[in-house]
């Protein structure tokens, strides 16, 4: 049977599904037993809600003029196409 | 947006879509620069040139990964390049040694030795209601290290794998993880001491 402390240390991999199975069974088996680390369970997943909940901090950012400037001229006269990148080290589409 | 039809849109200059890619994605940008060179001066003026190398490259963008994908590794070449120029290293400290847990957390034994609370009172309604929630998230994201705010942007917003995400900060996708968790632990930690102050005013 694992300690409270060993289940809590492995609570952000659980909620992430980042475990085996067997791993995910012995939590389970623990958390059906005991209801702190339920209870720390429940508070890991709801923070990772919210983290990612936290939508669009930038969401009033714009582009500077002189940015959509160099767009607008970019795309205007757009550079001679460049060789496929696949095998480039620097900046490939990964 | 599809990845393809936005690709089509900003080649053919439709400011509209510059913009809402650049509202999303510039902080998580200037995050990932600032946690590479440790200079967030330096991190601004890199995410601005990484726009119009953007811009300039965009012809060349095969689809083989999503497009912010594909910007944030520009923005990633660029940081490194110009913090090895510069003889810079990130500032910060990238250890991921020490305990998850402060001391006192749990026994000698492994067991609960300060129990957490219930945050049955965080209901969705709460959340969406309470801007103080957000606020309090907000700020403890603030307060941790630039690697690990970056890593919060990469994985949780724009959903980057632990490997992706290692590779554009150079670092295992296993001290990605580590660093994950302890963002996140910390910010649980901070919720869950503003809940309890909550509860007794």
Redesign the interface.
């Known amino acids: 049977m694992q300690t409270c402390r060993e289940v809590c240390e492995q609570a952000h991999d659980y909620v992430d599904g980042n475990q085996s199975l067997l791993s995910r069974a012995k939590i389970g088996l623990h958390l059906l037993m005991c209801r702190n680390c339920t209870a720390f369970m429940d508070q890991v997943r709801k923070t990772r809600s919210l983290i990612r909940n936290d939508a669009q901090p930038g969401a009033e950012m714009q582009v500077s003029s002189e940015l959509m400037a160099a767009f607008a001229r970019q795309s205007a006269n757009p550079s001679p196409k460049q060789a496929p990148e696949r095998g480039a080290k620097k900046e490939k589409s990964q | 947006m599809q990845d393809r039809n936005l690709h089509q849109r900003m080649?053919?200059?439709d400011?509209a879509a510059?913009?809402g890619v650049?509202?999303?994605l510039?902080?998580v940008m200037v995050r990932l620069a600032v946690a590479i060179t440790g200079n967030p001066a330096l991190a601004e003026d890199l995410t601005?040139e990484a726009?119009?190398?953007v811009?300039?490259?965009?012809?060349?963008?095969?689809?083989?990964?999503p497009l912010r994908?594909?910007i944030l590794?520009?923005l990633a070449?660029k940081a490194r390049t110009r913090a090895r120029q510069e003889g810079k290293r990130r500032k910060e400290e990238t250890s991921i040694d020490g305990p998850?847990?402060p001391e006192g957390?749990?026994s000698d034994?492994?067991?609960?030795a300060l129990?957490?609370?219930?945050?049955d009172d965080?209901t969705p309604e709460r959340?969406l209601a309470g801007r103080e929630?957000?606020q309090i998230?907000?700020g403890a994201?603030l307060t941790l290290p630039a690697t690990q705010q970056a890593i919060?942007a990469l994985l949780?917003?724009e959903n980057l794998s632990a490997e992706?995400c290692g590779d554009l900060l150079g670092l295992s996708a296993g001290n990605v993880?580590v660093h994950?968790?302890r963002a996140?632990?910390k910010?649980?930690r901070t919720?869950?001491a503003e809940l309890a102050d909550a509860e007794r005013n």
């Open positions: 080649l053919r200059g400011q510059l913009a650049y509202a999303s510039n902080p601005q726009w119009l190398a811009f300039d490259k965009l012809a060349t963008f095969r689809g083989d990964a994908h594909w590794r520009i070449n998850t847990f957390h749990f034994g492994g067991d609960w129990p957490p609370q219930l945050w965080l959340v929630i957000w998230v907000q994201i919060l949780e917003r992706a993880r994950l968790h996140r632990e910010i649980r919720l869950d």
